[in-house]
């Protein structure tokens, strides 16, 4: 159930660090509510995850799910950069979350 929770919570990080830009720097209202929203339950379900996940391998996994969640939406929502030295970077990414819930 742990890493359930530490999946969904990575996912949730994904969507404050969109609503975050979104935001424009707290300008706009909804999107900053989303972030509100979804930060703190991104660190609740973190918090709940850490209770049996080694802090090491849950805030890296928690961070990579991140990073690559919005590293993803980005190219495929937003325009950004999908260069395969990029693409590249993030399956390396991808690689380590996988390593290190392998190595558990």
Same mark, same amino acid.
């Given at each position: /159930?742990?890493?359930?929770?530490?999946?969904?919570?990575?996912?949730?990080?994904? &969507?404050?660090?969109? &609503?975050?830009?979104?935001?424009? @720097?707290?300008?706009?209202?909804?999107?900053?509510?989303?972030?509100?929203?979804?930060?703190?339950?991104?660190?609740? @379900?973190?918090?709940?995850?850490?209770?049996?996940?080694?802090?090491?391998?849950?805030? &890296?996994?928690?961070?990579?799910?991140?990073?690559?969640?919005?590293?993803?939406?980005?190219?495929?929502? %937003?325009?950004?950069?999908?260069? %395969?030295?990029? +693409? /590249?970077?993030? +399956?390396?990414?991808?690689?380590?979350?996988?390593?290190?819930?392998?190595?558990?």
């Amino acid at each position: /159930m742990a890493w359930l929770v530490l999946v969904v919570s990575g996912l949730l990080e994904t &969507a404050w660090a969109i &609503a975050l830009d979104r935001s424009a @720097g707290f300008t706009r209202p909804v999107p900053s509510l989303v972030f509100a929203v979804t930060v703190v339950l991104s660190m609740v @379900g973190l918090a709940y995850a850490l209770r049996e996940i080694p802090v090491g391998t849950g805030y &890296a996994v928690w961070v990579g799910i991140g990073a690559v969640g919005t590293a993803t939406v980005g190219i495929l929502a %937003l325009g950004e950069s999908a260069s %395969l030295p990029r +693409l /590249m970077c993030l +399956l390396l990414v991808v690689a380590g979350v996988v390593g290190l819930k392998v190595f558990h």
